[in-house]
């Protein structure tokens, strides 16, 4: 009888079979990557800081009581409404800007080109010029914080639509790819100063006050 | 002469045999070691706000997270308002020497560009945070970053 020699399995495929599960997992797995609002806190002041006299008419006042609900320069506001009131009030425009570094940056000129038809003209009530504008929000310690995020968010949503219509007018570029294109790019100067031209025509300038009880 | 006689073989192929066994072994390290998360929470975990303006947080090393949020242990009571630091429900004083111990795992030169965290829950109560951000700002933690999920850009 002849003996047949047992044959070996061919193993060879079996590593490519590993590597293809290996290289899945390293492909599909993804670190949750933490996103948020980002917000930078203002320095604690001195003890003998005395705080600027600021014009009435250029604070936004915001206020959010215990119930969630949104008081807007003295009367009640429905969520909905506040980003379009705050672009209303930052894009005014109804006066001199102010003076940085000793150098007048003088009236808006970009507010009324930036302007929707169907917003309101430029008042004298209301703020002198987008760098003097403060919006200042007020909650109470019980507002619940998902609404005091979404007030952020509306406001932040107020200045970027403002910035981007600015960028499409001033550049024909909206304002996030314009962004995007700086951080693949951070040597570009000429870009740069786009950027920074976009950001400081339209500061945001949101201040937390201090709770109430 | 024929015992001395060369065989004529080509080449013998290399056992590849153990070549599975190497990479099963790879394939099963990073299985185990790879971790979601770094830190067991003692809060629920917190149902965040949605928002459309988020950045994302870069430098996962330069972020230290602080929660808040309902405990799930029932002896702190059912108030959406508990911190937790590390793996600690804490009160807001601890918040300065939590920052200042993640300071101290860094270099001096990136303390500048660290950021913190916030995830809360919707329900949490303003109040909590803002005791959190003053005390963030007595040790000079000025950026933060308050979680939220992507929310699709309504209007």
Redesign the interface.
């Known amino acids: 009888m002849a003996r047949r020699e047992n044959p070996e399995i061919n ?2 495929s ?2 490519d ?3 293809l ?2 290289i899945f ?2 492909v599909t ?1 993804t ?14 002041p001195p003890a003998d800081y005395v705080p600027p006299i600021i014009k009435e008419k250029n604070i936004f006042e915001v206020n ?1 009581n215990r119930n969630n609900e949104l008081l807007v320069e003295g009367e009640r506001m429905d969520i909905k409404e506040l980003k379009a009131a705050a672009i209303a009030f930052i894009n005014n425009g109804g006066g001199e800007g102010k003076v940085e570094e000793g150098v007048p940056t003088g009236p808006c000129d970009y507010c009324n080109s930036v302007r929707k038809q169907d917003e309101p003209q430029s008042s004298e009530s209301s703020s002198d010029h987008p760098n003097k504008a403060i919006i200042s929000v007020e ?8 609404t ?3 007030v ?2 509306e406001l ?2 107020a200045y ?1 639509e403002l910035r981007n219509r600015l960028s499409i007018q001033k550049y024909q570029i909206p304002f996030p790819e314009l962004e995007e294109s700086y951080k693949s790019d951070k040597n570009n100067e000429s870009l740069k100063k786009k950027v920074e031209d976009i950001k400081t025509s339209y500061p945001q300038i949101i201040s ?1 006050a ?2 109430t009880n | 002469m024929s015992k001395f006689r060369k065989k004529k073989k080509g080449m013998p192929a290399v056992n590849t045999a153990a070549l599975p066994d190497i990479v099963f072994m790879l394939l099963f390290f990073f299985m185990v070691t790879t971790t979601m998360r770094e830190t067991d929470l003692k809060i629920e975990n917190p149902r965040l706000p949605s928002a459309s303006e988020v950045k994302k947080l870069e430098h996962k090393s330069l972020v230290s997270t602080i929660y808040v949020g309902k405990a799930k242990d029932l002896k702190y009571g059912s108030g959406f308002n508990r911190i937790q630091l590390n793996d600690k429900i804490a009160t807001s004083d601890q918040v300065p020497a939590f920052i200042i111990n993640a300071r101290s795992k860094v270099s001096e030169a990136e303390v500048p560009f660290m950021t913190t965290s916030i995830k809360a829950d919707k329900e949490s109560s303003v109040g909590t945070i803002t005791d959190i951000r003053l005390k963030l700002r007595d040790v000079n933690a000025l950026k933060i970053s308050y979680s939220a999920s992507k929310a699709s850009e309504a209007n």
Not at chain 1, 35 to 42: A, D, I, P, Y
Not at chain 1, 139 to 146: A, C, K, M
């Open positions: 193993a060879g079996m590593a079979i590993a590597f599960l290996l997992f390293l797995t670190m949750n990557v933490d996103s948020g609002v980002s917000k930078k806190l203002s320095e604690k959010i909650s109470d310690r019980l507002t619940e914080y998902g005091y995020l979404t952020q968010d932040l949503r970027s937390d201090e709770p």
